[in-house]
């Protein structure tokens, strides 16, 4: 009975060490094999991924795709789509890693696994500059004469309201409607991802439009297949030198502080 139970114990080692082995760096040798890094995104949330003039993609979140096919010596292939069908691609193989300015979350990470931050965002208000300046935290705002609009059915509406309970929060239907609200003074600030309100902010620039620093914690991460370890200590490392040499920041600098990457916009996208 005892050699039955060391046999069998053995047998099922093998076969575990077998199956870690099958999958322990099957997506580097598929990157490496096809000469291609397959990137998933949604392609439609500057700045971190939006197309150019010439329909080519462009962001912070290509930017760093960009140097990760670099590093690995390959072409890099962007495929377009929506932010649950990235997660199924992942699982089936069909994309390597997808970067989507994707916020991690409870429930997203049990179905795909995250690395980073790389990068950390939240709400935070834009509204003219004299204004956004006085505020310095959720007090200067929670009171009945501080106007604030959101747009209904979104983060920022529910996190508004929780952190400003007093002050006057009224909604717009969309996030063109709550920009139009700040911009012809119905409205002091509106409440929304730090992300929408710097690209408002640049496509409005003769506005004196300000944005304040994120009032809540949303950090985004890469979302990666769980079949690698080795591809994903990869990657992780990887952020991790980038972040030390300072290429995160200069990227950062790039599209988050400046609006020069909003001439190569089609002209239907850059001002709202």
């Excluded at 309970?165 to 969309?174: E, F, G, L, S, Y």
């Excluded at 620093?213 to 200590?233: H, I, K, Q, R, Y």
Aim: charged letters at 25%; proline letters at 5%; hydrophobic letters at 45%.
């Amino acid at each position: 009975m005892k050699r039955l139970s060391k046999i069998f114990l053995m047998a099922i080692a093998t076969i575990c060490l077998f199956s870690t082995s099958s999958f322990a760096g099957n997506v580097i040798k598929r990157i490496e094999v096809r000469g291609t890094l397959v990137l998933g995104t949604t392609g439609h949330y500057p700045p971190f991924s939006v197309r150019d003039t010439n329909g080519k993609f462009m962001g912070f979140d290509i930017d760093i795709a960009r140097i990760m096919a670099k590093q690995l010596g390959v072409k890099l292939e962007i495929r377009q789509m929506s932010i649950g069908d990235l997660f199924t691609a992942l699982d089936k193989g069909e994309i390597d890693l997808a970067l989507a300015g994707i916020t991690i979350t409870p429930k997203r990470n049990m179905k795909v696994i995250f690395l980073g931050p790389y990068y950390v965002t939240g709400q935070s208000i834009l509204g003219k500059k004299s204004i956004v300046e006085k505020v310095k935290g959720p007090d200067d705002m929670n009171r009945p004469d501080f106007t604030l609009v959101v747009a209904k059915n979104t983060t920022g509406e529910q996190v508004a309201r929780a952190l400003v309970p007093k002050a006057h929060i009224v909604t717009a239907n969309n996030m063109e409607a709550a920009l139009n609200m700040v911009l012809s003074g119905k409205a002091k600030a509106l409440f929304a991802d730090e992300p929408f309100c710097v690209v408002a902010a640049f496509r409005n620039k003769n506005k004196e439009l300000a944005v304040s620093e994120p009032f809540t914690f949303e950090p985004l991460g890469v979302a990666m297949p769980e079949t690698d370890l080795l591809w994903m200590n990869w990657v992780d490392n990887l952020l991790m030198k980038l972040n030390a040499v300072g290429q995160l920041k200069k990227l950062k600098n790039y599209w988050f502080h400046s609006p020069d990457w909003m001439k190569r916009l089609p002209n239907k996208d850059r001002f709202m």
